[in-house]
Structures are given as structure tokens and as C-alpha cells.
């Protein structure tokens, strides 16, 4: 399969644990998004990475959420002191060079916190 | 920011019918609208986008237009099928240079159900 993966694809944790997602995005791609989708949302930006530099973080990411991609490949999302709030589709995109608009996403890590 | 509002939330047409989706977006900077099909547990698929220098794309059953005056976009399918049904989203971003600056930003979605 050459599309975008992540992993887990489903996560169950109790309010207060950290947990940490992985995406491996498309062969070649530079750019990787992480976004968040809650029941019945389109997906909501949370931050971007263009190589192993991230660009930008919205302001719905907070200081209890941290994202790498230390090697420009893959990347991870660390979500700590987990909150029921926190449950939601994490879903990762990547795209490409000169068609960098056309973003590819992965299956999905869905979160739920008991 | 900007924000995009995306109707109807829920749309119902026989099988055969053309059904058509509506976007309103609120930055005028914004100048590349893709849309989106999500069938149920499954990623979001990009299945057409259209660049503010156009006003019209069409790939087979599917078209979009853009109208940048009013700031909105709608996404248009015709002789509809089953298979068809699934969530629509569109979603508006900001291309400088033909280079993303990164973030899309998505509508509410559309459930759409084709009735055999």
C-alpha cells in the first residue's frame, strides 16, 4: 500500500494517560497535516510540517499536545494528560512539491478516552 | 481566520437526480477549494478541486464552480448513484505561487444519500 499510514488505528485510554500516534505519509512527500475530526465535523487543522520543520500549529493544539518529525518522514502526535475531550478521529495528510494543495489522508487514529 | 459554511447539512435524491452542494467561505484571500468524499470509516478522498482563475471544473459526473464575488463554490453531481452516497466536504485553503501555505480549512460536511 503506498498511501498514507497510520497507527494505531484505534486507541481506547483512560483520562489522564499519554498516548502517541504515528503517520507515515506518502513516499516523497514533504509536506505532512495532522487534523482532528469529531462526530459529524469536517476536519479541523491542527498543525503542519513542510520536512522535519513544522510551520504552523493552530490554536486548538495546546501545550498538552506536541507533534515531530524529527527525520522529515514520519511523524508522531503526543497528546498527554489525555482528557474525554481529547476523543476524536486524528487523521494525518500529506502532499507533495508543485501540487502541494492536494493533500492525501490517511485512514485515521480514532481516539477515545474513558 | 477563515471560516467556510458548507449546506445542505443533509441531502436525499433518487437515483438519476443531480444533487448539488453549497460553500460560502469568508477570506477573499483564499483561492483553492477542494472537495472531499468521506464514505463511512473511510479517509477523506479528494475527488475535485478548483483554483480561483477558473470559474468552472468538470471531471465526468462531477463539476464545481466558483463564484470569488459572492465567495462561493458548489459542487455538482449528476445522474447520481447509490455508490454515491457518502459525506461531502469542501474545504478552502490559500495557494501563493501555485505552494500551499498548508492548512485547509473544511466545511460542516453534507451527508449525502442516494436512494436506489
Known amino acids: 500500500d503506498t498511501g498514507v499510514s497510520q497507527d494505531p488505528r484505534h486507541k481506547i485510554t483512560k483520562r489522564g494517560q499519554n498516548v502517541t500516534f504515528r503517520c507515515d505519509p506518502i513516499?516523497?512527500?514533504?509536506?505532512l497535516y495532522w487534523y482532528r475530526q469529531t462526530l459529524g465535523q469536517g476536519p479541523e487543522f491542527l498543525t503542519y510540517?513542510?520536512?522535519?520543520?513544522?510551520?504552523?500549529k493552530s490554536r486548538l493544539l495546546s501545550d498538552r499536545f506536541s507533534a515531530e518529525r524529527p527525520k522529515g518522514s514520519f511523524s508522531t502526535l503526543e497528546i498527554q494528560r489525555t482528557e474525554q475531550g481529547d476523543s476524536a478521529m486524528y487523521l494525518c495528510?500529506?502532499?507533495?512539491?508543485?501540487?502541494?494543495?492536494?493533500?492525501?489522508f490517511g485512514p485515521g487514529t480514532r481516539l477515545t478516552v474513558t | 481566520g477563515e471560516n467556510v459554511e458548507q449546506h445542505p447539512s443533509t441531502l436525499s435524491v433518487q437515483e438519476g437526480d443531480s444533487a448539488v452542494i453549497k460553500c460560502t467561505y469568508s477570506?477573499?484571500?483564499?483561492?483553492?477549494f477542494p472537495w472531499y468524499k468521506q464514505e463511512l470509516g473511510k479517509r477523506p478522498q479528494l475527488i475535485i478541486d478548483?483554483?480561483?482563475?477558473?470559474g468552472e471544473k468538470k471531471d465526468q459526473r462531477i463539476a464545481v464552480t466558483l463564484n470569488k464575488t459572492a465567495k462561493h463554490f458548489s459542487l455538482h453531481i449528476t445522474e447520481t448513484q447509490p455508490e454515491d452516497s457518502a459525506v461531502y466536504f469542501c474545504a478552502a485553503s490559500m495557494l501563493a505561487g501555485g505552494t500551499s501555505y498548508g492548512k485547509l480549512t473544511f466545511g460542516q460536511g453534507t451527508i449525502l444519500t442516494v436512494h436506489p
Open positions: 495528510a500529506s502532499s507533495i512539491g508543485q501540487r502541494s494543495y492536494e493533500q492525501y
Open positions: 513516499s516523497e512527500h514533504n509536506r
Open positions: 478548483i483554483r480561483s482563475n477558473v
Open positions: 477570506d477573499s484571500a483564499s483561492n483553492y
Open positions: 510540517f513542510q520536512n522535519e520543520a513544522q510551520l504552523e
